[in-house]
């Protein structure tokens, strides 16, 4: 039973345009929703997080949306640059994250063009 | 500061030898974990261990070890290896934020290892 789900697995956008990941969640115990950033050959970094009792979250280019009744939540990249182009994974845990124990979504595959 | 180390980098197995990924945290963090990621199958959670000498399974535990007699280390054992195993492996640890409470994941660089 897939928990997170995530869509598009794969993306292309133009220089400056605004792509839109999304994910969807099951499990309504869940508390804690961070992003993940990995580029190729590296390990999966920590971009944003945001908790379900904020409705959004923006750091950087970076905006969290977070809709609470549907279960989903969304990432934002504002004036997307080819340096943005990576694999994007969403997450969720309980407890508020205080585990360390996360479950990822399939990840999208960002390819920005110049 | 080195953060979080995995070794080795790459390893090429035969179905049924067994093997160690190692991974060691300079950060003294609690939290550790080994995650594997699959194409299209995102990271899915093997191990976790909350502190030396407690360890507990992830979503796919089956085929693996772990053990933690040290905050630094939480190594990784195959014991007879399957081609289904051949995976990207990742060791992540973690700390808790002040601010927000939450743990923050930090990945080492990954094993690849292939099982033929």
């Known amino acids: 039973q897939q928990q997170v789900k995530q869509s598009p697995q794969s993306l292309i956008v133009q220089k400056g345009g605004i792509p839109i990941i999304n994910c969807a969640y099951e499990n309504t115990a869940f508390d804690y929703f961070p992003w993940y950033q990995q580029f190729p050959g590296k390990g999966p970094a920590l971009l944003i997080a945001i908790r379900p009792d904020v409705s959004e979250k923006k750091e950087g280019r970076f905006t969290i949306s977070f809709n609470k009744s549907a279960k989903q939540f969304s990432l934002h990249i504002m004036d997307s640059q080819p340096g943005d182009s990576a694999t994007y994974f969403c997450?969720?845990?309980?407890?508020?994250?205080?585990?360390?124990?996360?479950?990822f979504g399939k990840g999208t595959k960002l390819s920005v063009k110049p | 500061n080195a953060g979080v180390t995995q070794t080795p980098k790459f390893q090429v197995l035969k179905t049924g030898q067994s093997m160690t990924l190692q991974c060691a945290q300079d950060m003294n963090h609690e939290y550790m974990s080994w995650y594997r990621q699959d194409p299209g199958m995102g990271l899915r959670l093997i191990h976790y261990s909350v502190g030396a000498g407690i360890t507990d399974q992830g979503e796919v535990p089956n085929g693996y070890n772990v053990s933690r007699s040290t905050t630094e280390d939480f190594p990784l054992r195959l014991l007879s290896a399957a081609p289904s195993q051949t995976s990207v492996y990742f060791c992540?640890?973690?700390?808790?934020?002040?601010?927000?409470?939450?743990?923050?994941?930090?990945f080492g660089a990954g094993s690849r290892l292939t099982v033929l």
């Open positions: 997450a969720a845990s309980l407890g508020g994250g205080s585990q360390g124990n996360l479950i």
């Open positions: 992540a640890s973690s700390y808790r934020q002040k601010l927000s409470g939450a743990n923050v994941l930090t």
